[in-house]
Each structure stands twice: as C-alpha cells, then as structure tokens.
C-alpha cells in the first residue's frame, strides 16, 4: 500500500539489486524496508547459462570454450579495480563481436574489453580448437564413425560442435548417426553431449540405436 493505494490482488513486487560487499552503486537497506522482503541471493550457474545460450544462437566455440573451464563465466572480483571481467551478460557481447565481422586485428582487444584480458586469450586459444574439428556434416551423414584424438579440449569442442549441428538437421538418421559416433567417445563427453541434445528438444529416445547407447552408458547413468 501506497497511501491510499493498494496494490492489486495477485500482484506482487520483486526487486533485484547488487550485495553491499559486490560495491555496485549499493546502499544499506534500513531494517524496516529489508524486514518487508523475502531475501534471496542469486548464483551464476553453468548450466542453466549452457541452456540459455543453446535457445539463443550463441556460438558453438563460446559454448565449449566454457563448458571446459567453467570458472571463466563469472570473473567478478569486488576487490579488483579492472573495469572488464567476465559475466554471463559480457559473454553475450562477446557474441555479438565475433559474428560482427571485425577485423582479425582487433577481436584480441575488443573481446578483452567485454572480459578480461585472461579470459580473452583463454577463448581465444580454444577457439583454434575448433579449427582441428573433423567436418561435423560426415557424422551426421554416417560417413565419420571414429575420431582419433584424446585431447580434452577437442573432445569438448566436437560435443558442443554436434549438438548444434543437430539441432539444425534432425532427421532421423542423423540423430542415430551421432549417437552411433558416441558410443566411441570417453563417457562423460557422449553423456554430456545427448543431455544438451534432450535439452534442445532433440528426440534421441526414438532413434533405434538408443538402447544401445543406454547400456554402453549406464555405469555412468546409475
């Protein structure tokens, strides 16, 4: 209630803000007012992260790059004086730089002034990663059936590579095409990679190679 106003039925009020400690424009709520909410405090979450950026285009590298190391989504230190670091909204702008076309000259500097200098060259670095990708096409066509490679980084960047190539081709065949192609890579990437796709709403329970995949994956399901 406001004077004589009051607020509808059904209507409620939600306000969100920094905490004093993040030093973000902030300023000590008196105890009444404080004493009027139910407080919750947020956290940066991966996944939840992991499926926006599936929903929204985000590119498959930015996806990978931090899939692997999950620390560089939230960078946020209140006692740092550096005015870039990396948040789950910085990342989206990361996106929009590197589908805008700019020259190679300055994607280093631009991306560093979204994220952070060490983020940027960490992304960077993965992202040559995905130059050492088989051609995504011959999974989903069957012709690629086994991947000779064991690097961690590349074993990422192929998983989050095939999701979005599904999502793009969802035949039938396609669909059992990856998951045929999993069944040879190290559990933990095949498991990751067809709950992103049971995510982005791809029917892998209808391929007829999916009780295959079940038992070659259920020590790890259990």
Same mark, same amino acid.
């Given at each position: 209630?406001?004077?004589?106003?009051?607020?509808?039925?059904?209507?409620?009020?939600?306000? +969100?803000?920094?905490?004093?400690?993040?030093?973000?424009?902030?300023?000590?709520?008196?105890?009444?007012?404080?004493?009027?909410?139910?407080?919750?405090?947020?956290?940066?979450?991966?996944?939840?992260?992991?499926?926006?950026?599936?929903?929204?285009?985000?590119? $498959?590298?930015?996806?990978?790059?931090?899939?692997?190391?999950?620390?560089?989504?939230?960078?946020?230190?209140?006692?740092?004086?550096?005015?870039?670091?990396?948040?789950?909204?910085?990342?989206?702008?990361?996106?929009?730089?590197?589908?805008?076309?700019?020259?190679?000259?300055?994607?280093?500097?631009?991306?560093?002034? $979204?994220?952070?200098?060490?983020?940027?060259?960490?992304?960077?670095?993965?992202?040559?990663?995905?130059?050492?990708?088989?051609?995504?096409?011959?999974?989903?066509?069957?012709?690629?059936?086994?991947? %000779?490679?064991?690097?961690?980084?590349?074993?990422? $960047?192929?998983?989050?590579?095939?999701?979005?190539?599904?999502?793009?081709?969802?035949? %039938?065949?396609?669909?059992?095409?990856?998951?045929?192609?999993?069944?040879?890579?190290?559990? %933990?990437?095949?498991?990751?990679?067809?709950?992103?796709?049971?995510?982005?709403?791809?029917?892998?329970?209808? +391929?007829?190679?999916?009780?295959?995949?079940?038992?070659?994956?259920?020590?790890?399901? $259990?």
């Amino acid at each position: 209630r406001v004077g004589e106003y009051e607020l509808p039925k059904g209507w409620s009020i939600v306000a +969100a803000g920094n905490r004093e400690n993040d030093r973000g424009v902030v300023y000590k709520m008196p105890p009444p007012l404080a004493n009027r909410f139910v407080h919750f405090e947020m956290e940066v979450d991966f996944e939840d992260w992991k499926s926006w950026a599936y929903r929204n285009g985000i590119d $498959a590298s930015l996806i990978a790059f931090l899939a692997y190391d999950k620390s560089m989504l939230f960078t946020f230190d209140p006692l740092s004086n550096e005015k870039s670091f990396a948040t789950p909204r910085s990342w989206e702008y990361v996106d929009n730089i590197i589908k805008s076309g700019i020259e190679k000259e300055l994607i280093l500097d631009s991306i560093s002034g $979204a994220v952070g200098r060490e983020a940027a060259v960490g992304y960077l670095s993965f992202r040559k990663v995905m130059n050492e990708l088989p051609d995504l096409s011959a999974v989903l066509d069957g012709t690629l059936k086994e991947l %000779e490679e064991d690097d961690p980084k590349i074993m990422m $960047a192929l998983a989050i590579g095939l999701v979005n190539a599904i999502k793009e081709d969802q035949r %039938e065949k396609a669909v059992e095409n990856v998951l045929e192609f999993s069944l040879q890579l190290p559990g %933990e990437f095949a498991i990751m990679m067809v709950k992103d796709m049971q995510q982005s709403g791809i029917d892998v329970e209808g +391929a007829e190679n999916w009780s295959e995949w079940v038992r070659k994956f259920a020590y790890l399901l $259990a």
